[in-house]
C-alpha cells in the first residue's frame, strides 16, 4: 500500500499528530482527555506508517538511532575536531539538510524499543500515588504546586500519573501494532 500521495501526506500529519497528542495530555489533567487518549493519538502516525512502510521498514527508520562522528584529520587540533563533531551533528536535526559526509563513521547504534518504555510509564504512574503517601494523605491523591506554568497551568501528581499513563498506552498499542503486522 506504499503510493506517493499516502506517504507525503504521512509526513505532513506525523508533526501534528504528535503535537496534537501532547496537546491532550497537557489539558487532560484539567479538562477531559489526558494520558489515555493522548497515547492512542500519540500511535496513531505510527500506525499509518507500518501500514504503509512495513514493520521493518518503520522499526529502521523511526527505532533504530544512529550516531555518526566526522573522522579526525592528521594535523587537526582538538578544538577544531569537537567544534566541526558539533556543527555536523547540529546539521543533522535539520530535516531538509541531506549531505552526504564520505568522513563519517558510525559511533553508537541503539534501539528504542517499546517494551523498554512500558516500565518507565508505570514507575511515574506509581510515583504519582505514592508521593501523596509522603505528605500524609492517601494513595493517589492530587497534590498540586503553588506556582502555575505558562500553557499548562497548575502542576500536580495529576499531570504526572497523566505522563505515565501516556507513555504506557502508547508503547503498549506500539508493540501490539508492530508485533501484529509481522505476522
Do not use: C
Amino acid at each position: 500500500m506504499k503510493t506517493i500521495i499516502i506517504s507525503a501526506a504521512l509526513r505532513l500529519f506525523f508533526p501534528l499528530f504528535i503535537f496534537f497528542s501532547f496537546y491532550i495530555l497537557i489539558r487532560g489533567h484539567n479538562h477531559p482527555g489526558g494520558g489515555f487518549i493522548g497515547g492512542l493519538i500519540l500511535v496513531i502516525p505510527f500506525i499509518f506508517h507500518v501500514l504503509i512502510h512495513g514493520a521493518d521498514e518503520t522499526h529502521d527508520k523511526l527505532f533504530l538511532k544512529r550516531v555518526y562522528s566526522l573522522r579526525r584529520n592528521e594535523q587537526e587540533s582538538d578544538m577544531n575536531y569537537y567544534l566541526r563533531n558539533i556543527g555536523y551533528r547540529l546539521r543533522g536535526l535539520v530535516p531538509w539538510y541531506s549531505r552526504p559526509d564520505a568522513d563519517k563513521v558510525l559511533v553508537k547504534q541503539f534501539v528504542i524499543e517499546p517494551l523498554h518504555i512500558i516500565p518507565v510509564g508505570l514507575s511515574l504512574s506509581l510515583l504519582a500515588g505514592l508521593i501523596p503517601l509522603f505528605s500524609g494523605e492517601a494513595f493517589l491523591t492530587g497534590l498540586w504546586a503553588k506556582a502555575q506554568l505558562p500553557l499548562i497551568g497548575k502542576v500536580g501528581t495529576t499531570l504526572l500519573f497523566d505522563i505515565g499513563v501516556y507513555l504506557l498506552v502508547a508503547a503498549v498499542v506500539l508493540k501490539i501494532t508492530l508485533v501484529m503486522s509481522k505476522e
